[in-house]
């Protein structure tokens, strides 16, 4: 009799999570031709310098999220052109405030190319910006009141924060407190604005506009604060800005208020002008591993704070699962 070899083990292959932006492929194409039109201007400047910033990259991650959770939430094909609406605004906002920023911090890189302000100049950008909060209400002016209260109030809030942020530049007391209250006004405002929209469009129950209010601040302090760890640690040509930028300008990112409160060499380096030799130090110093290891758990904690929600609040669905897939790429990306 032959000598028969076992078997080897049958494993059930493990699904893929599913796609979000596939599941609102035919929402999102529409949002680009719209938020493509609402870019032109009388000015030819002004349409240069909006499409330049606006056509030249950006995942559209509010926009997406927006969408999914209107879907989520049982929102149907007869409302959708205003959750498309809602996104294109808060693509807007988020849009101005970008060109503001970089006017503000001097940025001459934005997603790996010159920026706007590198390009064109101070006036022009700061105009640019000011149109598209414009076009925001415009698009925002045909909804209900408390709807639009939603955006102003994170515009608001957006504000508050930069200012926020440049009144603890270089700060050396900046705390981890500190820290997430700017990013809660300057990052987390629009998701959490874009969630409670989302919801009030579906016509969602109160108990669940609130607890979308409430994911979306979860997911955008997520975003940011591993947005802030990929700014140490680069590469360059991935996060499409230099790395250390953040750093460079005395803003109290999360690795910087992290690293601060525990290395006195850093809260030195921190006061002063980096660049060269003390640049690349403090860049050490804040990529000691445990450190990064706490900033993610921090990101992590937000994530698991989201996915409750989403699981508390929502019935099953595809935009529910593609919803959690979207939350948990945030914690994914690379570190």
């Given at each position: 009799?032959?000598?028969?070899?076992?078997?080897?083990?049958?494993?059930?292959?493990?699904?893929?999570?599913?796609?979000?932006?596939?599941?609102?492929?035919?929402?999102?194409?529409?949002?680009?031709?719209?938020?493509?039109?609402?870019?032109?201007?009388?000015?030819?400047?002004?349409?240069?310098?909006?499409?330049?910033?606006?056509?030249?990259?950006?995942?559209?991650?509010?926009?997406?999220?927006?969408?999914?959770?209107?879907?989520?939430?049982?929102?149907?094909?007869?409302?959708?052109?205003?959750?498309?609406?809602?996104?294109?605004?808060?693509?807007?906002?988020?849009?101005?405030?970008?060109?503001?920023?970089?006017?503000?911090?001097?940025?001459?890189?934005?997603?790996?190319?010159?920026?706007?302000?590198?390009?064109?100049?101070?006036?022009?950008?700061?105009?640019?910006?000011?149109?598209?909060?414009?076009?925001?209400?415009?698009?925002?002016?045909?909804?209900?009141?408390?709807?639009?209260?939603?955006?102003?109030?994170?515009?608001?809030?957006?504000?508050?924060?930069?200012?926020?942020?440049?009144?603890?530049?270089?700060?050396?007391?900046?705390?981890?407190?500190?820290?997430?209250?700017?990013?809660?006004?300057?990052?987390?405002?629009?998701?959490?604005?874009?969630g409670r929209v989302a919801a009030?469009?579906?016509?969602?129950?109160?108990r669940t506009i609130e607890a979308?209010?409430?994911?979306?601040?979860?997911?955008?302090?997520?975003?940011?604060?591993?947005?802030?760890?990929?700014?140490?640690?680069?590469?360059?040509?991935?996060?499409?800005?230099?790395?250390?930028?953040?750093?460079?300008?005395?803003?109290?990112?999360?690795?910087?208020?992290?690293?601060?409160?525990?290395?006195?060499?850093?809260?030195?380096?921190?006061?002063?002008?980096?660049?060269?030799?003390?640049?690349?130090?403090?860049?050490?110093l804040m990529r000691e591993p445990?450190?990064?290891?706490?900033?993610?758990?921090?990101?992590?904690?937000?994530?698991?704070?989201?996915?409750?929600?989403?699981?508390?609040?929502?019935?099953?669905?595809?935009?529910?699962?593609?919803?959690?897939?979207?939350?948990?790429?945030?914690?994914?990306?690379?570190?």
């Open positions: 009799m032959k000598n028969l070899k076992p078997a080897a083990p049958v494993t059930a292959a493990i699904p893929a999570p599913p796609n979000p932006w596939s599941a609102v492929r035919e929402d999102l194409r529409a949002v680009e031709e719209k938020l493509s039109r609402l870019l032109d201007s009388n000015e030819p400047l002004i349409s240069e310098i909006c499409h330049y910033l606006v056509d030249g990259g950006g995942k559209r991650l509010r926009p997406l999220f927006i969408l999914l959770a209107y879907r989520a939430c049982g929102g149907g094909d007869a409302k959708v052109e205003d959750a498309i609406d809602a996104a294109i605004a808060l693509e807007l906002i988020h849009s101005a405030t970008l060109l503001h920023d970089d006017i503000i911090d001097g940025g001459q890189l934005r997603r790996g190319k010159p920026s706007a302000l590198a390009r064109y100049g101070h006036a022009a950008s700061l105009v640019a910006g000011d149109f598209l909060f414009c076009r925001a209400f415009e698009l925002c002016g045909r909804f209900e009141e408390r709807l639009v209260h939603t955006a102003a109030r994170a515009c608001i809030q957006l504000t508050e924060g930069e200012v926020m942020e440049g009144r603890m530049r270089r700060n050396p007391a900046a705390s981890l407190d500190d820290y997430t209250a700017v990013i809660t006004r300057k990052t987390a405002s629009l998701f959490s604005a874009g009030d469009l579906a016509q969602a129950a109160p979308m209010e409430q994911l979306g601040l979860a997911l955008g302090l997520a975003f940011q604060m591993v947005d802030d760890l990929l700014d140490i640690l680069g590469p360059e040509e991935k996060i499409g800005k230099p790395v250390g930028s953040d750093l460079r300008a005395g803003i109290i990112s999360l690795p910087v208020v992290m690293s601060i409160q525990a290395n006195p060499e850093l809260r030195r380096l921190f006061c002063s002008k980096l660049e060269g030799a003390n640049l690349e130090r403090a860049l050490e445990s450190l990064i290891a706490r900033g993610r758990a921090l990101a992590a904690a937000q994530i698991e704070r989201a996915r409750a929600i989403l699981a508390r609040e929502l019935e099953p669905s595809i935009y529910s699962d593609c919803l959690a897939s979207l939350i948990d790429d945030q914690i994914d990306r690379d570190l």
